[in-house]
Antibody, heavy 114, light 108 residues
Framework: EVQLVESGGGLVQPGGSLRLSCAAS????????MSWVRQAPGKGLEWVAK????????DYVDSVKGRFTISRDNARNSLSLQMYSLRVEDTALYYC???????WGQGTLVTVSS | EIVLTQSPGTLSLSPGERATLSCRAS???????LAWYHHKHGQAPRLLIYGASSRATGIPDRFSGSGSGTDFTLTISRLEPEDFAVYYCQFYGNSPWTFGQGTKVEIK
């Protein structure tokens, strides 16, 4: 059974940092693109970042470029999202997804507030 | 950037009725890169349709997708209680990947 389990969310002040993790199991993690998608309160889904199987290609939505970094550890079947210079508008439920959305985790909540 | 516009914003229907949801792209997209998702509050989104018309694993055949170019449609032939949710279309070709704003299917 495919499982994606996110962790690392929490309350952080504007300008702060946070690192999200996603533990993957049940599929050949190292062979798939992976992505992060978020949903702000009361809003729709927004793609945030993606990474190719060996980690050599990464891309981001414009609003997080230069502030967020996606990475992966194929030996540990783990995906990460390092977030810097967080803004109030980054407040959202962050989902880890296999490829564009074949499978999703349950999400981890990030709240940016003073 | 491909902007996806979904309509209507809300669809009020009864169980057993047919639902037709629309997704319009700001420019022509490859059908290979158009997906539909079902999302209930508090749950993970679930892939329904990929490649505009292919049902994902385990998705019942009351769900069907169609369309090409700039106009795509998700049809639910007979609504079941678990189908009342928000539906999103997604473009997953060249970056940035984008989602429509969603259509809420609610019980009338």
């Amino acid at each position: 059974e495919v499982q994606l389990v996110e962790s690392g969310g929490g309350l952080v002040q504007p300008g702060g940092s946070l690192r999200l993790s996603c533990a993957a199991s049940g599929f050949a993690f190292s062979t798939y693109w992976m992505s992060w998608v978020r949903q702000a309160p009361g809003k729709g889904l927004e793609w945030v970042a993606k990474i190719n199987p060996d980690g050599s290609e990464k891309d981001y939505v414009d609003s997080v470029k230069g502030r967020f970094t996606i990475s992966r550890d194929n030996a540990r079947n783990s995906l990460s999202l390092q977030m810097y210079s967080l803004r109030v508008e980054d407040t959202a439920l962050y989902y880890c997804a296999r490829q564009a959305g074949i499978h999703w985790g349950q999400g981890t909540l990030v709240t940016v507030s003073s | 950037e491909i902007v996806l516009t979904q309509s209507p914003g809300t669809l009020s229907l009864s169980p057993g009725e047919r639902a037709t949801l629309s997704c319009r792209a700001s420019q022509s997209v490859s059908s290979s890169h158009l997906a539909w998702y079902h999302h209930k509050h508090g749950q993970a989104p679930r892939l329904l349709i990929y490649g505009a018309s292919s049902r994902a694993t385990g998705i019942p055949d009351r769900f069907s997708g169609s369309g090409s170019g700039t106009d795509f449609t998700l049809t639910i032939s007979r609504l079941e209680p678990e189908d009342f949710a928000v539906y999103y279309c997604q473009f997953y070709g060249n970056s940035p990947w984008t989602f429509g704003q969603g259509t809420k299917v609610e019980i009338k």
